[in-house]
């Protein structure tokens, strides 16, 4: 049996992890061949391979980033896409694909199952946003990189008397920065699940002033001020369509400063959060996503994406993991209240 397998949509550490399981578990266990495509559904449309086998694997659990590239092609807004994927398949003599992605990597799964394309798929964004999954891999890494950050941008704070807004990835669920703001102590936090009042912001900025410390507000990039969106740069698109990051941080910090008089700064992590190695709990969740997903293969179960629930990984069909996505519940939100100020 020859397997494909390919990466697509923002990278995320762990997704070399994922590759190295299932290329370990197809090929040691099972006597596969596994295809790998470059550069996500680009490589299935165009044909793009990359020789993956156990020396290809062999030093690349630690290693950030993906080996095969990434890409947000979509196949369905391509004339004639998953004809042509049907084409490379077969000309290949791929039998099955196993697609590691978020939401568009997997709709497009889903997609291609119900076009009579066996595709098993394994969940894979650091904003945890992905419903059916109790987890996704690379989630933890990017909340550990925000944390240690805000560690950091604490003691600079203190010694300037500066407000710190610091702007953590998360176009529509405030996941990391719920819990990079819990884990790093902030004194503000702000998700995209809950517009924010400005003048509440400035309130909660100035009663840790007034106890002589400096505040540290965590805002998801996707957060928006009460009926302001139109305020905010974060909304703009740039040219391949995908929001611009780097709006809501910046603009608050001047709001911070023109409202209390204090000196205030921005910091945008941006992409350090989906850089580099990934943490212990990334790697095992990410390995054993990939050995269950050449468990489906194995069993021809397709349609269906691996997910964490609890601690066990269960199968879930791609309908229901790409339904919808996971925010954050405001309840959670409201425990993190206690702390702000
Ligand atoms: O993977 C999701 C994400 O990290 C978002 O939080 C962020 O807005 C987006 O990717 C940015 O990705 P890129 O710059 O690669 O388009």
């Known amino acids: 049996m020859r397997v494909g397998v390919l990466t697509g949509g923002g990278d995320c550490p762990g997704l070399n992890a994922v590759i190295r399981a299932v290329v370990r578990k197809g090929i040691e266990g099972h006597g596969w061949e596994i295809v790998g495509f470059r550069n996500g559904w680009q490589g299935p449309l165009e044909g793009l391979t990359k020789p993956i086998g156990l020396a290809e694997v062999e030093d690349i659990l ?12 979509n196949p369905y807004k391509v004339d004639g896409g998953p004809e042509k994927i049907r084409q490379t398949l077969s000309e290949l003599k791929v039998d099955a694909l196993i697609a590691i992605g978020g939401e568009d ?22 904003d945890n946003d992905l419903g059916a999954t109790d987890y996704t891999f690379g989630f933890d890494t990017a909340v550990h990189i925000a944390t240690e950050s805000i560690d950091r941008l604490r003691t600079t704070a203190e010694s300037h008397h500066r407000a710190l ?54 805002v998801a990039e996707g957060a928006l001020p009460e009926g302001g969106a139109e305020l905010l740069a974060s909304g ?13 941080g910046t603009w608050l910090a001047e709001e911070i400063a023109a409202k209390t008089g204090k000196e205030s700064r921005a910091v945008v992590l941006g992409h350090t959060q ?14 054993r996503f990939g050995l269950h997903a050449v468990d489906a293969v194995a069993d021809g179960d397709f349609g269906v994406m691996v997910a964490l629930r609890g601690t066990d990984i269960v199968r879930v069909k791609l309908a229901e993991a790409t339904a919808e996505l996971k925010t954050v519940p405001l309840e959670r939100y409201a425990e993190a209240e206690i702390f702000f100020g």
């Open 274 to 287: 989906r850089g580099g190695t990934p943490t212990a709990y990334d790697r095992v969740l990410a390995t």
């Open 62 to 73: 630690t290693r950030g980033g993906t080996i095969l590239g990434s890409s947000r092609t």
């Open 105 to 126: 990597t997997l709709g497009v799964a889903k997609r291609l199952t119900d076009d009579g394309i066996g595709v098993v798929g394994v969940p894979k964004t650091i």
């Open 236 to 248: 703009e698109k740039d040219a391949f369509g995908h929001v611009r990051l780097g709006g809501v």
């Open 165 to 218: 807004v610091v702007e953590v990835m998360g176009r529509h669920a405030g996941w990391i920065a719920l819990h990079s703001g819990l884990a790093g102590g902030a004194n503000v936090i702000l998700v995209p699940e809950r517009p924010f009042s400005v003048d509440k912001v400035i309130e909660w900025v100035q009663r840790r002033f007034e106890r002589q410390f400096a505040p540290i507000i965590v």
